[in-house]
C-alpha cells in the first residue's frame, strides 16, 4: 500500500483526517503537522525515505519546498480550492450578510497569478476586494496579517477572507471579522484520488527498466580496448560495491550494459541533472567514457533509447552522459552548462518547418531548447555553438540560413571586450 505524506498546519489536520476512512483501501495517510515555515523542508527530508508522495494542504508550502528544488524527488502536490468551492463560499458569505460590500472585503489568497478566481469576470472594478500579491518567504505569515489588520485599523474592511490557518488565530485576538477559506470534504477526496493515481503511475513508472549504454572512445588497436575496457570494468565494479545501485552489469563486445531501473536512475542522475557513475570514471580512469541512459516499459525500448543516447554522448567528443526517458526526451549531457532537453517525438509542422529552412528537425529542436534554456529569444553564435556543442563556423552558418528564411534577425551588436568586433545578437522567432 501506498504511504502519501500530509504536510499541514495543526488548524487544518481535523478537516484533511475526515476523508482518512474513505481512502484507507487505497492508501496510508502519515500526517505532518508543521507550526513554522522553516520546518517544511526539514520535515519534508526526514520523511522522504518512508512516503511514495507528499501533499501539501495549501499552496504555500508546496511554493516553500519548490523553492529550495527544481525536480521534486517524490511526487509532491498540494490542495487547492476549486472555483466551484470558491463561489459556494462567497455565496454562503454573502447570504448570510445581505449588506455586505465586496469591495470592503480582504480576500488574502486571489492574485493575478490564479487569475483572481475568476472574480474579474464577475465583479465591477469598484466592487472588487483587496487582494494580495502573494511571495511565498518565510514571514508570509506575519506579512499577510499586517495586511489584514493594517486595512482594518484604516477602516477600508469589513471582513477578512483567509487561506492560510496560521493566521487565524491572530485575526481573532485582533477582533477582525474573518472566515477561513479551505477545500470541501468533497473536493478533498477528489484531489486526494487523483493524488493516489498520480503516485502509483510514477511507482509503476520508477519500477520500469532502464538501461545504459557505455563506450570508450576509439582506439588504435584491440589490445588497447582490452586493456581499457579491464580498467573500465573494474571501476563499474568499485562504483556498485560503495553504492550498490547497478543491478547488472555486463561485458559486451564493445561496450559494458547497465540493467536497473527508472527509480534508480532517477537516483544515480539526481533526476537527470548530473550523473554519478560518469563522476566517478572521470575520477578513476584516464580515458574518455560515454554513457547512454534509455528507459520504457520494455526491454528493447530502453536498449534502443540508451543506444541512441550513447551515439548522442559520442558526438560530443568528450566524456558525457545522455537520456532518453520513456516519453522520448533528450536530456544532455548532463552535470554541463550546456545541458539542453528536448523531445525526440516528430511534429508535422517542425517537419514543414525544417524543410523551409533546410535544417534537420534535431537541429531547430536543440536550438529552440537553448531558447528554452536561456529563457530569451535572443542568441549569438558564440553562445549557440556552445550550448549545441558545434564549430563557431557552424554555429554561424546556422544563424545565417535563419537570416535568410526570415526566422532571426540581427537584434543589436555587443561588444564585449575591448578589442575585437562586436558580436551579433540574433533575435529569432520560429512561430
Known sequence: MIKIGVITTPYSLGRIKKIEPMIREQCELIFIPYRKISEIKELYEHYQPFCDGFVCSGE????ILSKNTAHFPTPTFYLDIPEGDFYKHLFTISNANKDLNFSRVFIDFISEENGFMGLKEVLKKEEFPYTHDLEFLEDIYERTFQKHLTLWQ?????????????????????????????????????????????????????????????????QETMSDLDFKQILLHKALMEYNDQYKILSVIQKKHDCFEIITSYGELKELTNQFTQCSVLEYLNKTLSFNTYIGWGSGSSLYQAKTSAENA?????????????????????VGPLGEEHCIQITNTVEPQLEQLSEKLEISTLQIKKIMAVISKNMTDELTADELAFHLKITLRQANRILNKLEEKGIAKISHKKQEKLRGRPKKVYKLNFL
Open 60 to 63: 504555500l508550502g508546496y511554493k
Open 154 to 218: 484604516q477602516g477600508k474592511t469589513d471582513l477578512s477572507i483567509t487561506r492560510m490557518s496560521n493566521v487565524v488565530g491572530r485575526l481573532e485576538e485582533s477582533g477582525i471579522p474573518h472566515i477561513f477559506m479551505f477545500p470541501s470534504i468533497e473536493s478533498i477526496l477528489e484531489q486526494m484520488k487523483q493524488i493516489i493515481n498520480e503516485v502509483q503511475l510514477a511507482r509503476l513508472m520508477d519500477n520500469q527498466l532502464a538501461i545504459g549504454i557505455i563506450t570508450i572512445e576509439g
Open 310 to 330: 550513447n551515439k548522442e554522448a559520442q558526438l560530443h567528443g568528450i566524456s558525457c552522459t545522455f537520456v532518453i526517458t520513456d516519453n522520448e526526451e533528450i
